[in-house]
């Protein structure tokens, strides 16, 4: 896992990952596969795992060394301060004072590296008065307002699985920021802060809605807009077999594309954004849709621009064609998941397994570490792997 075999566009970064679940771990497994020698740390007790996942499927351990190190030890404190020393990055996801009370905060590990950027994943942020509460992915939702928008007119504010605030919001704004403050440190020499807060990045995502709430185009109610399944067109419907089809025509072109295979009765092809007609229509689609097996209607739309897609299982997509004619799901030690993204054209990245047992003394000196402290602490019982 030398960093001189890293194709990526951030070969040579080195950073440290204080472990944690959820946004960091896929943005420090992101990070490695972009080409940077990320370390995760962990507390040398820190108890049961709350996913306990074999190792071989566990992509929050895939592609970094690991070192377990007693945070409650000054000596395990001066050791993860002399590896963040040698890193370019360090990224965290406690909670706000957590750091800072092991002796690890930024005013303390950014005195030693002056480049050091410090990315910090919170859910709240670093300040506010919920920034030291509890919360996960649906909390941030709701208060972004978010959630109350996704869902079914009739229906409660549905859980989008935690893709939305824990990882775009999270991990995706983790990673935007860090790659900045790089950017930054190339001109000026100086690192810095990342303030990375899922509530923030969440309600980041939602801009275009707040725009068009202001522009009066959008009602603050589910089920009642144009990308939330409040027009026929825009919304996933029953097939015979029991499944589902996604229908995306949007503009006029593709609706009326959409309407000719179905077919749509003419009276409603041309009656596209006649609000008074949705309803009529929506009925008319379902009941079309109804009439045959999901796999028949991918079939028929294949190879048009109606924007018809079927609804594909987590199981079913990695054998698609366009996803197998991309790779765009690889197989690492048995696991089938998703490639890394984005694509680079001169330093791509490559998907990463578990990484190989690597001395100590080794993984240190990546860090600036001498050999000789490694085996010091590992003796002493504050050092593991």
Not at 53 to 59: G, S, V, Y
Not at 343 to 358: C, E, N
Request: hydrophobic share 45%; proline share 7%; with cysteine.
């Amino acid at each position: 896992m030398e960093s001189t075999q890293r194709t990526g566009p951030l070969a040579g970064l080195k950073v440290v990952e204080m472990a944690g679940i959820g946004p960091v771990p896929l943005a420090g497994l992101m990070l490695a596969e972009m080409g940077a020698k990320v370390l995760r740390v962990e507390r040398l007790r820190s108890g049961r795992p709350f996913l306990n996942i074999p190792e071989a499927f566990d992509l929050d351990r895939h592609g970094r060394d690991t070192l377990k190190i007693d945070l409650k030890h000054a000596d395990g404190v001066t050791l993860v301060r002399g590896l963040a020393a040698g890193a370019d990055i360090v990224i965290e996801g406690y909670r706000p004072g957590v750091m800072e009370r092991l002796g690890l905060g930024p005013e303390v590990l950014c005195a030693d590296n002056a480049g050091l950027v410090y990315g910090r994943m919170t859910g709240f942020g670093q300040d506010g008065p919920l920034a030291e509460r509890a919360g996960h992915d649906l909390t941030y939702l709701a208060l972004s307002g978010v959630l109350h928008a996704i869902g079914p007119r009739d229906g409660k504010p549905l859980p989008p699985l935690n893709l939305v605030a824990d990882y775009g919001g999270g991990t995706m704004f983790l990673i935007a920021g860090v790659l900045a403050a790089l950017v930054a440190r190339a001109r000026t020499g100086k690192g810095q802060v990342v303030d990375a807060a899922m509530i923030d990045g969440a309600s980041m995502l939602a801009a275009p809605f707040f725009a068009f709430m202001a522009a009066g185009i959008w009602q603050d109610k589910r089920g009642a807009n144009l990308l939330d399944s409040g027009c026929p067109f825009y919304d996933t419907y029953e097939t015979a077999d029991d499944k589902h089809v996604a229908v995306a025509c949007l503009e006029p072109q593709f609706f009326a594309e959409f309407a000719r295979l179905l077919p749509l009765e003419e009276r409603l092809a041309k009656a596209q954004y006649d609000t008074a007609r949705w309803q009529e229509m929506r009925a008319a689609i379902a009941a079309r849709l109804k009439c045959e097996p999901r796999d028949h209607w991918a079939s028929l739309f294949a190879d048009t621009d109606a924007c018809v897609a079927p609804v594909l299982s987590l199981a079913e997509a990695p054998a698609h064609p366009h996803n197998r004619a991309r790779a765009t799901h690889v197989e690492t030690g048995g696991l089938t998941r998703p490639g890394p993204a984005p694509r680079f054209a001169r330093t791509p990245s490559a998907p990463l397994g578990p990484s190989a047992a690597r001395p100590t003394a080794a993984i240190l000196g990546d860090f600036g570490i001498e050999e000789t402290r490694a085996e010091t602490l590992v003796d002493a019982g504050i050092l593991g792997v």
